[in-house]
């Protein structure tokens, strides 16, 4: 799902936290397995890139073009602005808005560390709000007691694939004259009372990340728009500001999507809306196997919300024993991995922001019990008979 900085290998399974002298066994399949996915449009892909390559033209062009076309589609957005990165398409997105020193942007501590990080790339302060038990989006309530008068934004996530809870924060924004971000990075094709995430607000964020659900083959992102002037404006800004090569109408940046990042994507969107209902079908089969299980165990599984469709990044359940349950799994060759183990609030990059621990219990409290189980379009049902099976197997200590 994440990129996490180091580790930018994606297929692997979990490695990070040995909790044990002992060296834990090798995972008996991967968290994430991504070529498996691979050899199943191997030929498409060739077929793609080698297009891009007898052309030449490798930086936006045509490829792109019909990309973001295909992605607006999609979506059901008037526009979509490929863009270098996830987390470029948010400072892209913040950018055009004009969020930039002295403003506020309210967020999720309960996050990867970009959506943040892109408030505090442009200049202006990220504000944490806690989150809701349950979903482990934003909680509305929480957004609204944050608001001040330097607040510009509001950046909901839709986390793990499910979508936040957007229309009580439209209303926010309609109050105060506040711009909606979405944070969907984790979530395209998530649906939201009959809309698509990403669509909501006034612009949504995309990455495609490998390990996303729609994954490039390297960076890439897109923010897409239904504001003409602000579709504009990211078209600018993702070329120095330009809309006239060598005349720059205001200061931008180099964001731009890569030719062959599109041409393989433009493969792997056709087979999206598949990938994601083989996602869905293996969240139900785990709530299934869970469903038979003792509830005494004290294990929480994720449920959706009526009105959301949810497209799984992560599949992931907690636990107030985690670390000593994921210890349990990982000596018996279940992949498992963290996302996050610790809240952006108390990351030393934000220790300047003031915050302490306690300010958000219910993000404090998540990531100490969440963890993540593996699933893929490819997990066989087999695989995830042995996941719960040996959860269930776990003792509480
Ligand atoms: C992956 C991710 C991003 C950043 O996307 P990149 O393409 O890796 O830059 C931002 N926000 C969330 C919630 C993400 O999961």
Redesign the pocket.
């Known amino acids: 799902?994440?990129?996490t900085g180091t580790a930018l290998s994606t297929t692997g399974a979990g490695t990070s936290s040995a909790t044990s002298e002992t060296k834990a066994p090798s995972a008996a399949f991967p968290f994430l397995d991504l070529r498996a996915q691979y050899l199943t449009i191997r030929d498409e892909i060739a077929q793609a890139t080698a297009g891009v390559f007898e052309n030449q033209h490798f930086i936006l062009g045509e490829e792109v073009r019909l990309f973001e076309n295909e992605v607006a589609a999609f979506l059901g957005a008037k526009h979509a602005i490929g863009c270098a990165?996830?987390?470029?398409a948010?400072v892209l997105a913040l950018m055009a808005c004009g969020v930039g020193p002295g403003d506020e942007v309210i967020t999720s501590a309960f996050?990867?560390v970009?959506?943040a990080g892109a408030i505090a790339r442009v200049g202006a302060m990220p504000v944490f709000a806690d989150v809701d038990p349950l979903t482990f989006n934003i909680d509305p309530d929480q957004v609204k007691a944050a608001i001040t008068s330097k607040t510009r934004a509001i950046m909901p996530?839709h986390?793990f694939g499910l979508p936040a809870d957007v229309d009580p924060l439209c209303g926010l924004a309609k109050e105060n004259e506040l711009r909606i971000i979405e944070?969907a990075?984790?979530a395209i094709g998530a649906g939201y009372h009959g809309r698509t995430v990403g669509t909501i607000g006034d612009f949504g964020?995309f990455?495609?990340?490998p390990s996303?659900n729609l994954g490039g083959a390297g960076?890439?992102?897109m923010v897409a728009t239904n504001s003409d002037e602000m579709a504009d404006q990211l078209r600018m800004l993702r070329v120095h500001g330009s809309n006239k090569k060598y005349h720059h109408q205001i200061l931008g940046m180099n964001s731009r999507l890569d030719a062959l990042q599109a041409a393989v994507l433009r493969v792997k969107l056709r087979y999206l809306p598949s990938w994601t209902k083989a996602r869905q079908e293996r969240a139900d089969i785990y709530r299934a196997l869970f469903e038979q299980a003792d509830s005494s165990r004290r294990i929480t599984v994720p449920e959706t919300p009526e009105s959301s469709v949810h497209v799984y990044n992560q599949f992931v359940i907690s636990c107030p024993e985690r670390d000593a349950l994921r210890e349990h799994l990982t000596q018996r060759g279940i992949p498992t991995e963290i996302y996050y183990p610790v809240p952006l609030h108390l990351q030393p990059a934000f220790a300047y922001l003031g915050y302490r621990a306690d300010r958000l219990p219910r993000t404090e409290a998540a990531c100490k019990e969440v963890l993540a189980l593996p699933i893929y379009p490819e997990l066989t049902e087999a695989q995830q008979a042995m996941v719960v099976r040996e959860i269930l197997n776990f003792e509480l200590p």
């Open positions: 799902m994440t990129s990165s996830g987390s470029d948010l996050t990867f970009a959506t996530v986390l944070d990075a984790q964020c990455s495609f990340f996303k960076d890439g992102g």
